[in-house]
């Protein structure tokens, strides 16, 4: 799948919803009922990172949640990617972007969406084919004001702005020509999950899936 056809994906996923979930699973018997919650509230596409032992396992529990759109987050290398497909994510995002793993999403077809936080970084990426991007770490990369500026001489980059992203800034990213959809952990709360509070995490979904953009 080529870097174009991966974003090309990667696009019409950051479309479905304002707020694509960044999931840390410490207990896999949280996997689907996290998915579901979030799915009811109107977030279906989720970002389940690979930092926790039992990540992938959820990832292969949650992509059997009815309108769930899973993915793998943290991906790193071409084992990650690798693991990641066959876990069942169908995509995959990065912080950044290595040629070993643009070459193993490529040969996968594993559509990525690969980070960058400099004007350099995304114009390597374009180069490679690569429109939509991740703008990590949002917050300390330089916010809603980097982001717009970055639009002026790079208007054909798309972003999906993570790290540092909440509902009382979102919006300011989401009222960006350039910005498709913000990730963040806000709406998955590790208290929340502990508790089992699923009710709760709905309501978050909801308030994060009512964003306007
Ligand atoms: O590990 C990755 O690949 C990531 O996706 C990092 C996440 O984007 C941030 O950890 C989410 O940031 P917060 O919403 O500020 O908690």
């Keep these: ?4 056809l991966q974003s090309h994906a990667a696009l019409t996923l950051c479309k479905l919803a304002p707020v694509i979930p960044v999931i840390v699973v410490d207990d896999l018997d949280h996997a689907v009922p996290l998915a579901e919650a979030l799915v009811a509230g109107g977030l279906p596409v989720l970002e389940v990172t690979l930092r926790t032992p039992c990540a992938l396992d959820a990832i292969r529990a949650m992509a059997a949640v009815p309108g769930a759109r899973v993915g793998a987050g943290t991906v790193l290398s071409a084992h990650d990617a690798a693991n990641a497909k066959a876990a069942g994510a169908t995509f995959a995002v990065s912080p950044g972007a290595t040629p070993a793993l643009i070459a193993a999403c490529t ?10 936080a400099s004007a350099s970084e ?17 917050g300390p990369a330089g916010g809603p004001a980097m982001l717009k500026a970055l639009g002026g001489p790079l208007p054909q980059a798309t972003f999906c702005p993570t790290g540092g992203v909440s509902l009382a800034n979102a919006t300011d990213y989401l009222s960006l020509a350039n910005v ?15 508790a089992g509070d699923w009710a709760g995490i709905t309501e978050l979904a909801r308030e994060a899936a009512a964003l306007p953009r």
Excluded: N
Excluded at 1 to 4: G, Q
Excluded at 107 to 116: T, V, W
Excluded at 122 to 138: D, I, N, S
Excluded at 180 to 194: E, I, R
């Design 1 to 4: 799948m080529t870097p174009a």
């Design 107 to 116: 040969a996968q077809g594993l559509p990525l969406l690969p980070g960058a």
């Design 122 to 138: 995304v114009m390597t990426l374009l180069e490679r084919g690569y429109r939509t991007l991740k703008f990590f770490p949002a």
């Design 180 to 194: 498709a959809c913000v990730g963040g952990s806000w709406v998955a709360p590790a208290k929340m999950m502990a």
